[in-house]
């Protein structure tokens, strides 16, 4: 596999409104080349509009977009095109087109950018299909396949193009825990693989907080916060927290927001011992996924190191601690050890086997 180099992703005050409906204000986000990076926020916040806008399939009314430096809400409609070319996009149902078999919805991109011959497209194909565990179903339809099946080969024909920048929107819809699991680990690997720089909108909890290595998330129009996974994961913001732990309790509500008495009179209820509907608290840290064993080691986790030390100073104090904490056990490579104490659970500790074809 050929090994490209992610670039950097920069927004600088991106604001989009809908008529007189405002998406979101003034966001501005670097996703650091290479990086896996993760945006969190409640259903309807805008998270796809924001990923569509970095591709320029929807235009903000303010503010500026850089792709590797190109400024893509200016640029021609030829420089965006070019642009585009950079990207490897996973939509939340894969996209593909319901006609063509996995086989020719992985090789269109292929067909329609390049000029390689079918027998050079055969080889790409073949191996994004071994890459997802694909190998055997190149045959079939999209409509004849499971979910989990279709997302995989909407991320081996992403991937065709070597891009350099990932977007993947919602991973785990439509998929239960174990496949959604699957498919982070995918993600991983292939940043390990190609370095590539990767952005994942969500809003799967067990993904946030074991995924990414920069974690954002956007609500009541804004971008609450973004930065090194440790600030969202230790943050005392209550939209934050009650999101991670997904309770009743706090400022997200049904369909938006709450006013100050309607959070008091849920509290009250929660105190007479009212169930706030989260299955779990989580106090901390959990380790961050790695690469499996036989990848190359994660160069964006030193990448990330490196850029952490220069602003620690900056970061609230329970961040720095637990990125101290984490800064002190690595000599780690983040790729997992084979059988090691530190593979997190089973299920993160296995390939998809090739040919594996069912999820
Ligand atoms: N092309 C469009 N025209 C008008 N409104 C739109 C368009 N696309 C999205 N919206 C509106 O923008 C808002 C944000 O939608 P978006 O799909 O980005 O949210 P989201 O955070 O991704 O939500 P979910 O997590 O449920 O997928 C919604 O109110 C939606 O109706």
């Known amino acids: 596999m050929e090994v490209g180099v992610g670039v950097e992703v920069r927004t600088e005050g991106v604001t989009k409104s809908f008529g007189s409906q405002r998406i979101w204000q003034d966001v501005s986000i670097t996703l650091p080349s290479g990086e896996v990076s ?5 259903s309807g916040t805008g998270k796809s ?10 235009r903000p009314e303010r503010g500026s977009i850089f792709i590797d430096g190109t400024d893509i ?10 642009i585009r070319k950079l990207f490897g996009v996973l939509f939340q149902d894969g996209a593909l087109f319901g006609s063509m ?13 390049t000029k390689k011959t079918e027998s050079e497209i055969k080889r790409v194909v073949m191996e994004k299909l071994e890459l997802t565990g694909l190998l055997g179903a190149e045959n079939k339809l999209p409509g004849e396949i499971s979910g989990g099946m279709r997302k995989r080969a909407g991320l081996a024909r992403a991937l065709v193009l070597d891009p350099q920048i990932i ?25 390990a693989q190609i370095d590539a720089t990767i952005l994942i909108v969500t809003h799967n909890i067990n993904l946030a907080r074991t995924v990414p290595d920069n974690i954002g998330m956007l609500f009541r129009r804004n971008l609450v916060m973004f930065g090194p996974r440790e600030v969202l994961l230790t943050s005392e913001e209550p939209v934050v927290k009650q999101f991670l732990n997904g309770r009743m ?15 008091a009179r849920e509290q009250a209820l929660v105190d007479a011992g009212h169930h706030h509907g989260g299955a779990e608290e989580i106090d901390g840290i959990i380790p961050q996924m790695k690469a499996e064993p036989g990848m190359p080691v994660r160069q964006a986790v030193f990448r990330r190191q490196a850029r952490v030390r220069e602003i620690m100073h900056t970061l609230p104090h329970a961040a720095q601690s637990a990125i101290r904490e984490s800064l002190d056990q690595s000599d780690d490579t ?3 050890a084979a059988y090691g104490a530190d593979a997190p659970t089973e299920t993160f500790s296995k390939t998809i086997p090739h040919g594996q074809i069912n999820g």
């Open 334 to 336: 983040q790729v997992m």
């Open 249 to 263: 309790i706090g400022p997200i509500g049904m369909s938006e927001e709450k006013d100050e008495a309607q959070m």
């Open 38 to 42: 993760a945006l969190l926020g409640p």
């Open 49 to 58: 509009v924001f990923l569509k806008s970095l591709i320029g399939l929807l």
């Open 101 to 113: 078999n996995l086989y020719d919805n992985i090789a269109f991109p292929l067909r329609e950018h």
């Open 167 to 191: 977007l993947v929107d919602e991973p785990d819809s439509g998929l239960d825990p174990v496949r959604t699991s699957y498919l982070a680990q995918l993600l991983l690997n292939i940043n």
């Open 73 to 82: 809400t200016t640029c021609s409609n030829k420089e965006l095109y070019e």
